[in-house]
Nanobody, 123 residues
């Protein structure tokens, strides 16, 4: 499985960005897919996940501002980020793991595959 994020950049507070994660490899239909972020000096934290049944989970800090979605036909996972705040500044990663059709977790150690990340800076 290979994952590649894109769409990061620098925006002003209150702005918006859409991140994309293109994936390839094994059949990911039973996989959990998630967005995580890591700010300098901090641990990686879960932002949003989506499972094979399109059940979605968000971190409290992004609820109402971020939207996760996927386009299976395009093998792409998205993260629409609105009303961005300086505290959203971080490297954003997409990750996947085989949840065997179950609900996703924010536990980082569950995730088997990661992309290299894309930087988001909110000034």
């Amino acid at each position: 499985v290979q994952l590649v994020e894109s769409g990061g950049g620098t925006v002003q507070a209150g702005g918006a960005l859409t991140l994309s994660c293109s994936y390839s490899g094994n059949n990911l239909r039973a996989y959990c897919m998630g967005w995580f972020r890591q700010a300098p000096g901090q641990a990686r934290e879960g932002v949003a996940t989506i499972d094979t049944h399109s059940n979605i989970m968000y971190a409290d800090s992004v609820k109402g501002r971020f939207t996760i979605s996927k386009d299976s036909a395009k093998n792409t996972l998205y993260l629409q980020m609105n009303s961005l705040k300086p505290e959203d500044t971080a490297m954003y990663y997409c990750g996947v793991y085989d949840a065997h059709g179950g609900r996703c977790s924010f536990r980082e150690d569950f995730y088997d595959y990661w992309g290299p990340g894309t930087q988001v800076t909110v000034s």
